[in-house]
């Protein structure tokens, strides 16, 4: 079945999963502000969900219209093809948001879009009421500059919660952000990344999945695989699919140092249930003592900053060492994000090049240096 989808991401990461969409063979890929559209049919959707690093969820798109009033709202829900996913005893809970539109109650928007649904399955089923005891078909609408999107959540849990850390540190990068650093780096599979402020160990496991092509959804569940749109057997054969492009003879390995103690035994932790511990090493140090152990390093990190965990004072003493430990040399590349906008004046040279990102609502630089 031939179908619409819709990709809701971190600013910022538009181009990389447009790319990694059409990776996996994905059709009509477009890249628009905050969200990637694609088009597939069932294989697309599992594949998509199992196999993406940057995208946060995998919706379906229902469709999309104008509405300047409820009896708008209420209407154009009403005349999209529910039965064609909702079943008599499914559950199908609303949310959404609207931004700069005339209708801008969210409640009273769910309310008329939940009220719409129903009474177009009732017409099409002919029972007087809903029991949703059934699969989870989550609805979830956007409303903007008053064009109302309609979508079902086909992912459950967001797609950076791989089921490697169950908890984290403070201040979390997530994951999704982390494999976009990784792959903004250019990691491959014969690289050697470094991390000197690794935290809970995210940047160093995101690249390692990336290096070993280990699919970041393989070991969780996700919602449509309770649904008859998506049967158990494409799951199955995208899951195999997935592993059997792993690969697992490879040179690569990671290192990952960072002086609190508590967050280096939560990251062994988390590379060991990823299934990557055999390729990455986790030890105590200070960042102002980092030095690689190889000729060759890529190394990424995410400094605290004055908006997470220290003090504008703090951040900035730890810029300037690593200004004084990441040194040009022919084979290193250093990639760091921050918000703050004084970086560079602080870490003592220019970034050859610069990428915006946003770290959940905080705007922040990818500083790349690799000359």
Not at 28 to 49: C, H, I, K, P, Q
Not at 211 to 225: D, Y
Not at 342 to 351: I, S, T
Request: overall charge neutral; some cysteine; charged content about 25%.
């Amino acid at each position: 079945m031939q179908m619409e989808f819709c990709v809701p991401c971190l600013l910022g990461l538009e181009g990389l999963i447009a790319d990694e969409l059409k990776f996996m063979n994905a059709e009509n890929v477009r890249a628009e502000n905050g969200r990637v559209l694609f088009s597939g049919d069932e294989y697309t959707l599992a594949r998509a969900n199992i196999r993406s690093r940057f995208a946060e969820r995998i919706l379906v798109m229902l469709g999309s219209f104008e509405a300047h009033s409820f009896e708008d709202l209420f209407q154009g829900t009403k005349a999209l093809p529910w039965e064609n996913w909702i079943g008599k005893k499914d559950a199908f809970p609303v949310k959404g948001y609207s931004l700069n539109s005339d209708l801008f109650s969210v409640s009273d928007c769910q309310a008329i879009i939940k009220k719409a649904v129903v009474e177009r399955l009732k017409t099409r089923y002919h029972i007087p009421w809903f029991e949703e005891s059934g699969s989870l078909y989550q609805i979830q609408f956007s409303i903007m500059k008053n064009t109302v999107s309609l979508f079902i959540d086909t992912s459950g849990k967001g797609l950076h919660k791989r089921g490697y850390r169950p908890a984290a540190n403070a201040a979390p990068l997530k994951e999704t952000l982390a494999a976009a650093l990784c792959s903004l780096a250019h990691l491959r599979h014969y690289h050697t990344l470094y991390d000197p402020m690794c935290g809970s160990g995210t940047i160093i496991i995101e690249g390692a999945l990336m290096a070993l092509n280990i699919a970041p959804g393989i070991n969780r569940s996700f919602t449509a695989e309770s649904w008859p749109q998506c049967p158990p057997e494409v799951w199955e054969k995208e899951r195999a699919a997935a592993r059997a492009e792993e690969r697992h003879d490879i040179e690569f390995r990671a290192f990952g140092t960072d002086i609190d103690t508590e967050a280096l035994v939560t990251a062994r932790a988390n590379a060991r249930r990823a299934g990557v511990e055999k390729y990455v090493s986790f030890k105590r140090a200070d960042v102002k003592d980092f030095s690689p152990v190889t000729e060759k390093a890529t190394v990424i990190c995410n400094p605290p900053y004055g908006e997470r965990l220290l003090d504008a004072e703090g951040a900035h003493a730890i810029y300037k060492t690593l200004g004084e430990r990441f040194t040009p040399q022919k084979g290193r590349s250093y990639e760091i994000i921050t918000a703050d906008e004084d970086f560079e004046k602080l870490f003592g040279r220019k970034a050859d090049k610069r990428r915006k990102l946003y770290n959940g609502m905080i705007k922040c630089q990818v500083y790349m240096y690799f000359k």
